[in-house]
Each structure stands twice: as structure tokens, then as C-alpha cells.
């Protein structure tokens, strides 16, 4: 049987890529983070959407993570931090999912506060860490990945998790939800 995919979703500084990394070091998941995958293609064009807080299109997204999705051996389970986070992601990797005989397993929702993020973002200090580019990550979260949200809900694959206290303390949520 082909291994699960876990989707971690949440507005920017929620701590997907923390608990993302924590359950690859932790259980030996691949951690795919669509950020991350989009920062290493350093095309100047996407870099400048990313830093005004904006989403890159789909296409561009959709081929990083179909690449790195089809690396992962079959067997293996796969944590998805930021994708998919707009409807038409979504229903892409549904589709995509099935050449490798796999479904989205569990999606993780990670709520926190706006204050609680701003206050990580100015220490983390990357370059879309502005009070600008996070209104319009934070929008674009409300806007375009609550209804992701809500369609994972519908299919009874979500739990909404506080995102808040330590990262262990959050870690040990989500451990629990996944239990
Ligand atoms: P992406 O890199 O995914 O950024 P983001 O979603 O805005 O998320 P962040 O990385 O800011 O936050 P996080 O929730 O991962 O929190 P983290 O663990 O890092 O995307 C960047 C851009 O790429 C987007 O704006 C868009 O342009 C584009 N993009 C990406 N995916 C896309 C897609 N699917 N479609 C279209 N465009 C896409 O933590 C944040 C900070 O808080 C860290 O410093 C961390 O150490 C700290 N921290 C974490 N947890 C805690 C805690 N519990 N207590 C205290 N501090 C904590």
C-alpha cells in the first residue's frame, strides 16, 4: 500500500515548516515545503511575488511540488507544508496523488493569532517578513486557503490544532491528533 500524505495549512509564521520538520526528524516523514521549493528555484520573477506576499500561479507551484512528490519513494510518507492553499491546488493533487496510489491522508489546520505571528515574523526576519507582504499573506490565507480548509473539513480529513505555547507544545497536539 502506498504511504500517507499529511497536509499542514495555516495563515504565515503559524509554524507549518517547525511542525513540518518536527515530524520529518521525528518519524522520518519527507517534508515537502512549497516555499522552500519555490525559494530554491531563485527565478527572479516568482521571488519578487513571493516577496510582495502574493501567491506564485499555480502552474509554477503545482510543477515544484508534482517534481518533488514524484522523488519520494512510494512507500514513504510525505508532510505537505503550504500546499495546497487555493481550491484549484487542491483538486490538482487530488489528481496528481492517484498516479502514486496515494489520497491526502490527515490535514492538520494551524490556528494563531495575528499579534503572535507578527511578533515571530519580525524575529525570523526573512525577506517577505514585512508588515506589507504579511497583511497579504494573511489575506490571501483568509481568502484563498480557508475554503481548502473547509473542503478538507467536508471530507472529515481536518483537524484544527492551536498553534500557539511551544513548539513542543504544538508538536505534542498534533501527535495526539494523528494518534
Ligand atoms: P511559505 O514559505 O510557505 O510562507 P508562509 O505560508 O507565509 O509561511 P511561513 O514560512 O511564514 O510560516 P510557517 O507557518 O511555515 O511558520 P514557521 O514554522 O516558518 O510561502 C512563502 C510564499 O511563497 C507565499 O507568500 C507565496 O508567495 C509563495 N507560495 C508558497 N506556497 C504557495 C502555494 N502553494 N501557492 C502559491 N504560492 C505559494 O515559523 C515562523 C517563525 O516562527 C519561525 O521563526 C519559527 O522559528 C517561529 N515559530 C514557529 N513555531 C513557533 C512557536 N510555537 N512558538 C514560537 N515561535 C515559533
Known amino acids: 500500500m502506498a504511504a500517507e500524505v ?8 503559524a509554524g507549518k515548516g517547525t511542525q513540518a520538520q518536527m515530524l520529518s526528524d521525528g518519524r ?8 522552500d521549493l519555490l525559494r530554491a528555484a531563485s527565478d527572479p520573477q516568482v521571488l519578487a511575488t513571493m516577496q510582495q506576499g502574493e501567491l506564485v500561479d499555480s502552474a509554477t507551484v503545482e510543477s515544484a511540488v508534482g517534481r518533488a512528490i514524484a522523488a519520494v519513494p512510494d512507500d514513504q510518507p510525505i508532510v505537505l507544508d503550504g500546499f495546497p492553499r487555493e481550491m484549484g491546488e487542491a483538486e490538482w493533487l487530488d489528481e496528481a ?7 491526502v491522508t490527515k490535514v492538520i489546520k494551524l490556528t494563531v493569532d495575528q499579534d503572535e505571528v507578527w511578533n515571530r515574523l519580525q524575529e525570523r526576519g526573512r525577506a517577505d517578513d514585512t508588515p506589507g507582504s504579511l497583511s497579504e499573506r494573511w489575506k490571501e490565507f483568509e ?6 480548509a473547509e473542503h478538507y473539513a467536508e471530507l472529515g480529513l481536518l483537524t484544527e490544532i492551536d498553534g500557539e505555547g511551544s513548539p513542543d507544545d504544538v508538536a505534542e ?7
Not at 497536539?173 to 494518534?179: D, F, N, S, T, Y
Open 173 to 179: 497536539r498534533i501527535a495526539e491528533a494523528l494518534a
Open 6 to 13: 499529511f497536509v499542514l495549512i495555516g495563515p504565515p509564521g
Open 97 to 103: 496523488l492517484v498516479k502514486y496510489g496515494r489520497s
Open 143 to 148: 481568502d484563498q486557503s480557508l475554503p481548502v
Open 28 to 35: 522520518g516523514w519527507t517534508h515537502l515545503s512549497s516555499g
